[in-house]
């Protein structure tokens, strides 16, 4: 029987991939678990009835408020845990220095159901609340601050580059109009820009206005594409050889920071491509478990849309102790 985290509410964490990340990451009894994006403990509980009463996990979340959720978890684990708090890029830095070594890593990228279901954390366009979008709410800058704080040209640049976001330099324009006149504090009123900056058909195009725009400010709120970057190599330090590191990404950056990472690693080899021969001398330090990232299927779609753009991918570390 899977351990039982919270009684089910309306903002339970639905884990996203669930079988499909107990296959990959094949945690045995005995061995020490890492998820580096706790959340409300979904996937946690699954990982920790596959080590059956033996082993170790670790939760690590930068959102403070999960806490909770993992004192909950932690009673029904059936194994030692304990919570890191902070960014799982530093987290996992202090992990290598201390000597600790994991056998299973998990990475589910983005914001939390949990975090998009409290509207008072201004992650969501859907509800009017404090413009804010802080994975930990003791950052320092939040959303507003960005949002009117930006230059013109800084705001273009964060909506096309981190959103893919079509007519980012109009809606940059029409929050710089905005905010001439009162400052921009609520989510609600960055939708309303948002719509009135963009043309009419497109307001009815794919998906809500203002979602890319949500999605690149709560990127260059918490810095997480820097972040995953710093993470994947401090991860990997962490990891016993024959160790696996599974990944589940929802952008399309990332997924592609996840996949460059996990293939250059599997390549070994960074001698040029005209060379005859290998001289380098490099061994792969990873084997990609996933050639190409893992989707949900239908009946986990139908079960929960909001994994409509979950990629995984997965790899094993190589070598020997």
């Known amino acids: 029987m899977l351990p039982s985290v919270l ?79 902070g960014d799982y890029a530093d987290v996992f830095e202090r992990l290598a220095d201390n000597g ?45 601050d960005l949002v009117n704080g930006a230059s013109e040209r800084e705001l273009t640049d964060i909506f096309r580059g981190y959103g ?33 900056a963009i043309p009419t058909p497109a307001r009815f195009g794919d998906g809500h206005p203002a979602r890319r725009v949500f999605q690149a400010l709560r990127i260059a709120v918490n810095d997480e594409l820097a972040s995953l970057e710093a993470a994947l190599p401090a991860a990997l330090d962490t990891l016993h050889p024959g160790g696996r590191m599974a990944v589940i990404s929802f952008h399309s950056l990332e997924d592609r920071i996840v996949k460059r990472y996990f293939r250059e690693l599997a390549h070994g080899c960074t001698c040029p491509p005209e060379f005859p021969i290998c001289v380098c001398g490099n061994e792969p330090i990873l084997r990609d478990l996933t050639r190409r990232p893992l989707r949900p299927a239908q009946r986990e779609l139908e079960a929960n849309p909001r994994a409509a753009s979950a990629k995984l991918r997965a790899a094993v570390k190589v070598g020997e102790d």
């Open 100 to 144: 600790l070594r994991a056998d299973a890593i998990l990475f589910d990228l983005g914001v939390s159901s949990m975090q998009l279901d409290r509207p008072e954390r201004g992650f969501s366009y859907a509800s009017d609340a404090p413009l804010d979008m802080r994975m930990d709410p003791s950052a320092e800058h939040s959303a507003r």
């Open 164 to 196: 893919e976001e079509r007519y980012s330099r109009q809606i940059a324009r029409a929050i710089v109009r905005r905010r001439k006149q009162a400052p921009i504090e609520r989510t609600g009123e960055l939708v309303e820009t948002i719509k009135g």
């Open 7 to 85: 009684p089910p509410n309306a903002t339970d964490h639905v884990p996203v991939l669930a079988e499909e990340i107990r296959s990959l990451l094949d945690v045995r009894p005995g061995q020490t678990v890492i998820d580096a994006t706790f959340g409300a403990g979904g996937h946690a509980a699954l990982l920790a009835s596959d080590l059956r009463g033996k082993g170790k996990f670790i939760a690590v979340d930068r959102d403070p408020t999960v806490k909770p959720y993992f004192e909950s978890f932690k009673r029904h684990a059936g194994v030692p845990a304990r919570f890191l708090s």
